[in-house]
């Protein structure tokens, strides 16, 4: 009796482990469906919010913020709501104080009950959307609905899509059926917004206190074991959503999980008892039969249990014992079924993991990394032995390791819950890469056991930030220079004019003749400032064409060592086949003086500068790299100085108006800021490259073309063929320049109809056989503007000469108006030469 027991004992041993391990897959796999179909609820759930936040965009920018548009609105939200499945969603469109001025209800409106649009509310929603419900849609009545607001305050309008309860239930049900389980959908506050089963008796309840709730909150995601809402034990799976905080829950009653695992425990268990009691039988009968196949089943299960799911038992076909041996077998192809099952599901789920692009990081309390994932590789350069076993703080950089060490305590001290920060890390190559982290302590939880950190690479977005601040800021003193520019010009104009009557005069004395020069030369100091003004806020006319960049630098070289002096190196470097760009010459020539110049004020001591000219191409980098110019072809032009070069903080402000680093009255600061005008007036990009002690480089990218150099025609027509008898019609609002403008004219035998805004000129031109061969008119005037001018004089005279003359020239008149053949441009200040000329030279194309 003593040798049966002895046999049976290991038997019913193995079945009570095979039971236990049976259970324990179970619930894993029930846990592993739970969360599978609590991914697909919250994907569904994502794509309906996000396809409604998309039409509210749209319709942010198309409905009318007038009340009187109401009829308008309705149509148009009419219509959207149209092409949508049926009541896939209303939409109303209401005034930052509420008033409704649209809806798509298509209840007239004398029958309309009013849908309430809940009122705004502060969130953190991106994009400012705001989603509140479950209620009412006409307030005591209508179907449940949530609703999406998105709030444009620069429009002044509220636009609201509200999804019917029930139409979100009916599509979130297709995800789950009642035998995989009960779907639940909380908001961020703990109210349901669906519920698979019972909806009627759930939606809109507050759940918050609940158990389930409790043991979910401050997670992302994840599976639990825990009492639903209706106080079943389940386990859940559960996925916060990515458009707003809501959590999608799917829970499978326990019962129903271990159903199947009671049913071959109870099997066993009678296979188990009838195996016993024929071991008994054929112990007293055959008991030398029984041992050695029981001996060799012991063994079967011992392999088993030590994790060999592929071992079977190979008893005698036949024996007394094989179908013993065939459940053994049974039992065990089952386990490596649901083992395998198991495997497969952790790999989804690390593949997951593994390929998304934010990077992800466990490690100990003492801050060893246990894992990283392979974004890790991807945006920080580091190999997996590189990064594994080190301190996750050591990558940080040294002036932010307090913020960190700060951030540490508090998850510490924070169990369960997610703290974030922001922080700079070495790249392997250097360089610093700005990373948004949130770190969570999770050493409780068991598979874990570990805190988890995930980080996102944001240095390309911090720095569009900062590219837009010095944008904005730019744009702001560019409009404030070129409006001082064009009044400046006005004046500019009227004392270059005068001086140039006043100068050759036969009675003026010596010392007369030498302050009207004095006058002369400090007038076109100031004529050449406005130009700067202009050009650094990209206000100036280019007259771009083909250059050969090598031509423009042979050109300039004289130039360039006369103004730079002795003491200093120039060394001129020409690449070779670099291609042609498109640029105004003279700015061209303007960009390279500035930068020697530049150069030459950081080697008071002497040094080296080296102008040089090549071909480069600039391609796009798996990670997003800051480049000065998009991808593409480029010719190079590169001005590299010996001096004493600028920390990062005089880098970051050197192409700003007015700054300067030289002392008092050795400086305008408008240099670089005139450059830096120049270069993306031009579309071009530059970059600056320095060193304290060291010297700097700047880098202007031209896009290289393949049109060939045109040569200029012959010159301009000599000062004594600037005369005529023809009749202009002069228009100007300003006194002093229209007067000086007649004068000029006048003198020079021209007829001249003067007229100080558009409506004296149009009157002019309507006398009866008024002839007028030419309109020379200013651009920026009251009431009438010169382009607005031509144009009406035009409707009677098509073929009409125009020249406009303007000293600021950021408006489309100017830019349009060139590529008339029967348009020019005179740039103010203007002399009385350049002004006889420039109207000479209209006459005689036309």
């Known amino acids: 009796m003593t040798l049966v027991v002895a046999a049976i004992a290991p038997f019913l041993l193995l079945i009570g482990l095979v039971a236990r391990q049976h259970r324990f897959n179970e619930r894993t796999n029930a846990e592993a469906r739970a969360l599978d179909h609590a991914l697909a609820v919250s994907g569904r759930l994502d794509g309906r919010i996000g396809a409604i936040e998309t039409v509210l965009l749209t319709l942010a920018h198309s409905v009318s913020a007038d009340p009187s548009g109401s009829a308008r609105n309705d149509e148009l939200l009419r219509g959207v709501a149209g092409e949508m499945p049926p009541q896939f969603a209303h939409f109303a469109v209401t005034t930052l104080d509420g008033s409704l001025i649209g809806t798509s209800d298509t209840t007239p409106p004398a029958g309309r009950l009013p849908m309430v649009v809940p009122p705004s509310r502060a969130g953190d929603r991106p994009l400012g959307f705001d989603v509140q419900g479950p209620a009412a849609l006409y307030g005591k009545s209508g179907p449940l609905t949530l609703s999406i607001a998105h709030t444009d305050s620069a429009r002044g309008v509220r636009v609201v899509g509200f999804i019917p309860i029930e139409r979100l239930r009916r599509e979130l049900s297709r995800n789950v059926s009642p035998r995989d389980g009960v779907a639940t959908v909380v908001t961020d506050k703990g109210v349901v917004v669906f519920r698979s089963s019972e909806p009627s008796r759930w939606i809109a309840t507050d759940a918050s206190g609940s158990e389930l709730l409790r043991s979910v909150r401050g997670r992302k995601a994840g599976t639990t074991a825990v009492v639903d809402l209706d106080g079943r034990p389940v386990f859940a799976g559960f996925v916060t959503s990515a458009h707003l905080p809501w959590l999608s829950i799917v829970a499978t009653a326990q019962e129903v999980a271990f159903a199947k695992e009671k049913e071959d425990f109870w099997r066993a268990v009678g296979f188990g008892t009838l195996a016993l009691a024929l071991g008994i039988f054929l112990a007293l009968t055959q008991a030398t ?51 395998e099952a198991l495997r497969k599901s952790e790999m989804r789920f690390r593949a997951i993991i593994e390929n998304v692009d934010d990077m992800v990081a466990i490690v100990d309390s003492d801050t060893k990394r246990r894992y990283a994932s392979p974004a890790m590789t991807r945006w920080l350069g580091y190999s997996q032995e590189e990064l594994l076993g080190t301190s996750s703080l050591d990558l940080i950089h040294p002036d932010e390791l307090p913020a960190a060490h700060a951030l540490l305590r508090r998850v510490m001290k924070d169990p369960g819950q997610t703290h974030a920060g922001q922080f700079r890390y070495r790249h392997k190559n250097g360089t610093w890469r700005t990373l948004d982290v949130m770190v969570n302590n999770l050493t409780h939880l068991p598979g874990v056991e570990g805190i988890v950190i995930n980080l996102r690479d944001v240095t390309s977005q911090k720095l569009l930030e900062s590219e837009l601040r010095q944008a904005q800021k730019m744009e702001s003193v560019g409009q404030l220079a070129g409006g001082v520019a064009h009044d400046f010009d006005n004046l500019l104009t009227v004392i270059t004019g005068r001086i140039e009557f006043l100068t050759g005069s036969p009675n003026l004395t010596e010392d007369q003749e030498s302050d009207i020069t004095e006058i002369k030369k400090a007038a076109e100091r100031a004529a050449g400032l406005t130009k700067q003004l202009l050009a650094f806020s990209r206000k100036q006319l280019l007259q771009p064409r083909v250059v050969d960049p090598n031509k423009a630098l042979e050109d300039v070289e004289p130039m360039l060592r006369r103004l730079i002096g002795e003491d200093i190196q120039i060394r001129i470097v020409r690449g070779v086949n670099v291609g042609h760009i498109t640029a105004d010459p003279l700015q061209l020539q303007q960009i390279i003086l500035n930068l020697a110049l530049n150069a030459r004020d950081a080697m008071p001591g002497g040094g080296l500068l080296t102008v040089r000219t090549r071909k480069t191409n600039v391609v796009a980098h798996a990670v997003d790299i800051s480049s000065p110019a998009p991808p593409g072809h480029y010719v190079l032009l590169e001005v590299t100085d010996t001096g004493s070069g600028m920390d990062l903080e005089t880098q970051s402000r050197i192409f700003e108006p007015f700054f300067t680093t030289k002392g008092q009255g050795k400086g305008t600061g408008l240099g670089l800021a005139t450059v830096y005008g120049i270069v ?27 049109t060939p150099v045109v040569t200029d025609a012959a010159g301009e027509a000599t000062p004594s063929a600037n005369f005529g008898t023809e009749t202009i019609l002069l228009v100007e609002d300003e006194d002093s320049v229209r007067d000086l403008a007649q004068r000029i004219l006048q003198s020079r035998g021209y007829t001249v109809l003067s007229a100080q805004h558009g409506g004296d ?38 073929e009409l000469r125009v020249i406009f003359m303007s000293g600021y020239t950021d408006d489309e008149i100017v830019r349009r108006g060139l590529h008339d053949p029967n348009v020019s441009f005179l740039p103010k200040p203007f002399t009385s030469d350049s002004l006889a000329r420039e109207v000479r030279k209209a006459l005689d194309s036309a």
Request: hydrophobic share 40%.
């Open 289 to 339: 039969k029984l041992i050695l196949p029981l001996r060799r089943i012991v063994e079967d299960a011992a392999i088993l249990g030590r994790g060999n799911l592929s071992h079977r038992s190979h008893v005698r076909r036949g024996s007394e014992i094989s179908v013993l041996a065939d459940t053994f077998n049974t039992m065990a192809e089952t386990l490596q079924k649901r083992d």
């Open 680 to 706: 993306k007036q031009s579309g071009a990009g530059i970059e600056v490259e320095s060193l304290v002690d060291r010297g700097t480089t700047f880098r202007i990218y031209f896009p290289r073309t393949e």
């Open 761 to 798: 000129a149009l009157q002019m031109a309507a006398i009866p056989g008024q002839r007028i061969d030419l309109v020379l008119t200013d651009i920026v005037m009251p009431a009438m503007n010169g382009r607005e001018l031509a144009e009406a004089l035009r409707t009677s005279k098509p």
